[in-house]
C-alpha cells in the first residue's frame, strides 16, 4: 500500500514518493512556503511540481541579490573614480625600483645567457679556443686535446648561471 499525501498548494492526493514534508526542505525554502501558507507545519507535504516552483522562485530571488550587489559595488567604484581620491600605482614599476642590486645582475645575466646573441658568441669562443690549440700555426697549445681547461670553464659558467636564472626576479623577460 502506497502512502499518500494531500499537497499543502493545491489540496490535491499525491503519492509520498512525488514530493516532500517541509521538514526535510531548507530553512529558507520551508519559511518562503510558510510565509505563503500560515497554515504549513513542518509535517505539511508539497508535491514536486510545486516545490519545484519555490526553488525557482528562491533562485530568482539569489540571482536578484547578486545584481543588486553588482549594482552598489559599481555605484561605490563610479563614485570613487568621479572623486578622483584614487592612486594610480604602475605595479612594474614599484617592482623594478624595489629590487636589489643582486637581483637586478641576476635579471640581467639570465637574459643575456638565454639569448641567441649569448649562446653564438658561447660557440664562437669555443671554436676559437680549440682551433688555437689544435692546429700547428700555434706553437703554443695551452689547452691541447681534450681541451680540460676549457671544460673546466664551461663547468663554472653552468655552476654560475644556474643560480642566477633562480635568482631572476621575473620570468619570461
Ligand atoms: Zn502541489
Known amino acids: 500500500m502506497v502512502k499518500t499525501a494531500f499537497c499543502i498548494i493545491d489540496q490535491q492526493r499525491y503519492d509520498m514518493t512525488d514530493g516532500m514534508r517541509l521538514a526535510e526542505l531548507g530553512p529558507n525554502l520551508q519559511a518562503a512556503i510558510k510565509k505563503?501558507?500560515?497554515?504549513a507545519h513542518d509535517n505539511s507535504f508539497i508535491c514536486s511540481e510545486h516545490l519545484v516552483h519555490?526553488?525557482?522562485?528562491?533562485?530568482?530571488?539569489?540571482?536578484?541579490?547578486d545584481y543588486q550587489q553588482n549594482d552598489q559595488i559599481n555605484a561605490q567604484l563610479s563614485k570613487i573614480l568621479a572623486n578622483h581620491t584614487y592612486q594610480v600605482v604602475d605595479v612594474n614599476n614599484e617592482l623594478e625600483h624595489s629590487l636589489?642590486?643582486?637581483q637586478r645582475v641576476a635579471d640581467g645575466v639570465a637574459r643575456f645567457g638565454g639569448?641567441?646573441?649569448?649562446?653564438?658568441s658561447f660557440i664562437a669562443v669555443m671554436l676559437v679556443w680549440m682551433f688555437i690549440?689544435?692546429?700547428p700555426l700555434f706553437t703554443h697549445h695551452f689547452d691541447?686535446?681534450?681541451?680540460?681547461?676549457?671544460?673546466?670553464?664551461?663547468?663554472?659558467?653552468?655552476a654560475i648561471q644556474a643560480p642566477l636564472i633562480?635568482?631572476?626576479?621575473k620570468s619570461g623577460r
Open 54 to 65: 519555490y526553488r525557482l522562485v528562491k533562485m530568482d530571488q539569489m540571482i536578484a541579490n
Open 166 to 169: 633562480m635568482m631572476r626576479s
Open 100 to 102: 636589489t642590486f643582486g
Open 115 to 120: 639569448s641567441w646573441a649569448f649562446i653564438i
Open 133 to 135: 690549440n689544435v692546429v
Open 36 to 39: 505563503d501558507y500560515p497554515q
Open 144 to 158: 691541447p686535446y681534450p681541451f680540460i681547461l676549457l671544460n673546466l670553464f664551461l663547468s663554472m659558467v653552468a
